[in-house]
């Protein structure tokens, strides 16, 4: 009687788990889903447009800069510099959050994959090393140094200078 008693209980804890196990999946999946659908969303209206854009020329040797590109380092405008993970600690968000890819295809095209998401672009480099990207929500400008073949990015707001390094 014990035995069946236990085999029972057994039993019915093991459903138990079985439906909470399925009811987590269902919820992690449906929330997985939203996100998709939230990231797919934001893509089409950052990059609304992007087909209007025209890719200008350049003056420079786009070639130097053709390949994906990864934030390396940050140095702030007190001059401190710190990794990507160090920054995100210091501003207390999941360094995953604030991986970024920037992609310089050879046609002139440009992608920045920040967050997973993705926005569209084009590019060209001029006589300087200056290389200009222009987004449907705005452009920017880097320099790049062919000693250290790195890029570097100053934003004006911040004063924070990021150090990108080929993948």
Do not use: H
Request: aromatic residues 8%.
């Amino acid at each position: 009687m014990k035995k069946k008693l236990f085999a029972s209980m057994m039993a019915c804890a093991l459903c138990a788990v079985t439906l909470t196990a399925g009811c987590a999946n269902k919820e992690e999946k449906q929330a997985q889903e939203a996100a998709a659908a939230t990231a797919e969303a934001i893509e089409e209206t950052v990059n609304a447009g992007v087909e209007d854009l025209e890719v200008p020329e350049s003056t420079g040797d786009m070639s130097a800069i053709v390949g994906d590109w990864t934030v390396n380092y940050m140095v702030d405008d007190e001059n401190n510099d710190m990794t990507l993970d160090e920054y995100a600690e210091s501003i207390g968000v999941d360094p995953a959050t604030l991986e970024t890819t920037y992609v310089f295809s050879d046609d002139g095209s440009f992608s920045l994959i920040l967050a997973g998401i993705e926005t569209k672009g084009v590019w060209s480099v001029d006589e300087d090393d200056v290389v200009s990207i222009t987004m449907p929500t705005g452009s920017m400008g880097m320099l790049y140094v062919s000693d250290t073949d790195v890029l570097y990015l100053y934003d004006d707001n911040s004063g924070m200078t990021t150090y990108l390094a080929r993948e």
